[in-house]
């Protein structure tokens, strides 16, 4: 086993450099399963307007900012606990009104780290965030910032 000084050497050694910098101009993407690549279609592409992409593997989204995520379907999905896409928006009030009158219901949480108001807007410590569901059950957020 190494001591964390032989890892630290290791690393900052030049002949560490290439190893280091493989992925410093590499294009990466996120990715997540979904159950439905249909009904997840329809949501990430009508229902909050981005674009997508049909691949024989899944679908494959294009974000504001050169951003991708690809989603791919898996047989036995489960949800993601955590938030898995966060978008940016100027003002949360009116994208959360505007979301729910598309049909998307916001998450309601009363724990004392995260509480959130009627519309489901987290207004405490941090940004002003709310979060929401894809038809597979991933966890998604608006959040207010530049």
């Not at 592409?45 to 995520?69: M, N, S």
């Amino acid at each position: 086993m190494k001591s964390i000084a032989q890892v630290i050497k290791i690393a900052f050694n030049s002949d560490s450099e290439g190893a280091r910098a493989m992925f410093k101009n590499t294009k990466a993407f996120s990715s997540f399963s979904v159950s439905d690549i249909q009904a997840a279609k329809e949501f990430y592409g009508q229902k909050l307007g981005l674009e997508t992409i049909d691949a024989k593997e899944g679908l494959g989204l294009r974000l504001a900012g050169g951003g991708e995520v690809f989603l791919y379907p898996k047989p036995n999905h489960q949800p993601a606990t955590f938030t898995v896409l966060n978008f940016k928006v100027d003002n949360i009030d009116e994208a959360v009104d505007q979301l729910t009158k598309l049909g998307i219901r916001f998450e309601h949480y009363d724990q004392p780290e995260i509480k959130t108001d009627e519309k489901g807007i987290h207004r405490n410590a941090g940004p002003k965030i709310a979060w929401f569901k894809d038809p597979s059950g991933n966890i998604l957020s608006v959040l207010e910032g530049n």
